[in-house]
């Protein structure tokens, strides 16, 4: 295995229109390419799914959450195991987030100062204490990749004293980590918030591009927002973040709203979504959503999507796939899974295609269509 | 695809010292080779398994339940569907039971005549009623290789008046259900009733067999009573059936019992036992089960059982399933199934090993030693 300070990306196409890019990202546990698409295996496992499924599906990075496994089994439980890796079977990079997004979004119950944020567990109502620095050395325990800085994430909306206040903070918190890291271990992303405001968001990026991370996330985004201002501040913001840095879009899924950061430049993307709308019955499908559980289901004996190569459309009819959802059979979530995680990373393979072969601004207007993949 | 008139079954070894033996069974859905255990797919799906997992774990024959799949999705919808085989991507033998023992397992909610069965659906209180007749029709829609006849479950336990009475319309709705069952589509088996009785065991074996069924299933056992009674009664009713017809034992699932039973002759078993334990957290293994929930397997870095080659013991530690199971990851409940159907298929394959190579009754002291499978 190679060094983890030998964390890298270099850029292999350019699309000559937009800012759309490939690149080859290289980790301790191997290269992927990007655009790419992150599963989420919050807990250590990505929902309803086996690993090796996963990397079937063409996925070669996969995000855990640091909160969720401090708490639960126990940063010691997974160190124990040799490291995430080990523990959960996947043996390609893994990108932890620290869990500022889930610290904040408890609201009330959490205390924050300088120092850190303090909260009880929603586990077992024990007293937990985030810093930088234990947010450092709890992701480098946990043997991710490539962590995130700790930051705080403002609930939407906020005032900008509020937002400018959080950039102050956000800062103050990213040279904490950048100085408590071991840099050969893993690469350590900055953060870039900065609320609504495309001035302070442009601030937070030169600030933290100031501070020379490897990579950047793009956090605060994608919560309740119009999209065209999600797009117009991924805008602003990558305007003031060197071109030979990865930059990670933290939090949205959905299928044109990848095509459209790709298009501004963003080379990495996660999200629940596709796997928790799988288990809510909802197949992603071009022109639009379906739920399984539609009465107008119960006899159509075709695939989920008859475009589609996944093991889901390729096996089974919607018919079944809804007689298993009223059943309540854990197949029906594992099939619906299945089919929205390679909706996913069919289009990631397509939209790297599309940019090597310098079409990738016809494949952004197909997303942009009516009919376009939902 | 053969002819499903030519089902078939015929002995292929023949332990000297104890009733076991080995069996081919031909069905319009292919061979397989006896004693075999059925994964029960209740409504029309192994619970937490993808039905090509079923089949590689060495699995020829699963079993679907009329009852269930008549109130949900409809029989119309199978049907619509081409048959049970294409609906839920099976393309080995399937089994279904009449579900009469579920019909009599809603105790007050039904009404029996001689003509047959009135309940309410508990999924919509629509009134259904179910005769030998309807069971038969409904069965030969499913497409089933082997269907069951319908028969009437006693409670346990029940005086013998009761069992007496119940011979006589199990016996009725025997000839019923011969009588309009077309054989060239699909095998039907007589059921043996006669509650806790072993004469009355006895007579409902002689008149089963005097209605030239294919093969018996041995219903109501495994229902309460002392497992020396069972035993007992299995080998009571053997007796009087034919060597060259299959024998179905009903419902049994644990790895002794289905040894022990094999010694006295019996060919086929179902129980929905590995796949319900393995979603409350229990593995079987050697010398008594284990439930991963324990808090001792929370660093427990091994795997659930050490000898056992399973995808789930090949790749994950005891303390990932635990923690699985503790985080409610529907890759737990996927696990623990591949766990526990793994021993079962193992188990039957040792057998069928054993009995050819004639080291059965070696087996069976083994499975009957304190630290056997369980």
Redesign the interface.
């Known amino acids: 295995m190679m060094k983890a300070g030998q964390f890298g990306f270099r850029l292999t196409a350019i699309d000559g229109e937009t800012k759309a890019r490939c690149g080859v990202m290289t980790t301790p546990h191997g290269e992927c390419e990007t655009p790419l698409f992150m599963p989420v295996a919050t807990?250590?496992?990505v929902?309803?799914?086996?690993p090796d499924e996963v990397r079937g599906l063409g996925f070669e990075m996969v995000l855990a959450n640091a909160y969720h496994l401090m708490l639960?089994?126990g940063v010691?439980?997974v160190e124990?195991?040799?490291g995430l890796h080990s523990?959960?079977?996947w043996d390609g990079p893994v990108l932890t987030d620290s869990g500022g997004y889930q610290v904040f979004s408890l609201g009330r119950a959490v205390k924050i100062t300088e120092e850190g944020a303090s909260f009880r567990s929603h586990h077992d109502g024990g007293s937990v204490f985030l810093s930088p620095e234990t947010s450092m050395e709890l992701q480098g325990r946990l043997g991710a990749d490539i962590i995130m800085a700790l930051d705080e994430c403002l609930p939407y909306p906020s005032e900008r004293d509020v937002a400018e206040r959080s950039l102050r903070l956000n800062y103050d918190w990213a040279v904490r980590c950048r100085d408590s890291h071991d840099d050969e271990q893993r690469a350590l992303f900055g953060i870039i918030q900065g609320g609504m405001f495309a001035d302070l968001r442009a601030r937070a990026a030169q600030m933290m591009v100031g501070l020379g991370f490897p990579g950047y996330g793009l956090g605060g985004l994608s919560v309740g927002e119009p999209r065209e201002l999600t797009f117009e501040l991924i805008s602003e913001t990558l305007a003031h973040v060197p071109e030979k840095a990865p930059v990670y879009l933290m939090g949205l899924g959905d299928l044109p709203g990848i095509a459209e950061s790709v298009a501004l430049g963003v080379d990495m993307f996660d999200s629940a979504l596709p796997t928790r709308i799988a288990r809510n019955g909802s197949a992603m499908v071009d022109g639009g959503r379906i739920n399984i559980r539609n009465a107008r289901f119960?006899?159509d004996?075709g695939p989920l999507e008859p475009s589609c190569e996944c093991?889901a459309c390729s096996?089974?009819?919607r018919?079944?796939i809804?007689?298993?959802f009223?059943?309540k059979?854990?197949?029906g979530?594992?099939l619906l899974t299945c089919h929205n995680l390679h909706k996913l990373s069919h289009l990631m393979s397509r939209i790297r295609a599309a940019i090597v072969e310098g079409s990738f601004p016809a494949l952004l207007r197909e997303f942009r269509s009516e009919d376009g993949p939902r």
């Not at 929902?47 to 086996?50: D, E, G, I, L, P």
């Open positions: 807990s250590a496992s929902k309803a799914m086996r639960r089994p010691e439980v124990g195991a040799g523990f959960m079977r119960t006899s004996n093991y096996n089974f009819s018919a079944y809804r007689h298993l009223m059943s059979e854990i197949l979530l594992h």
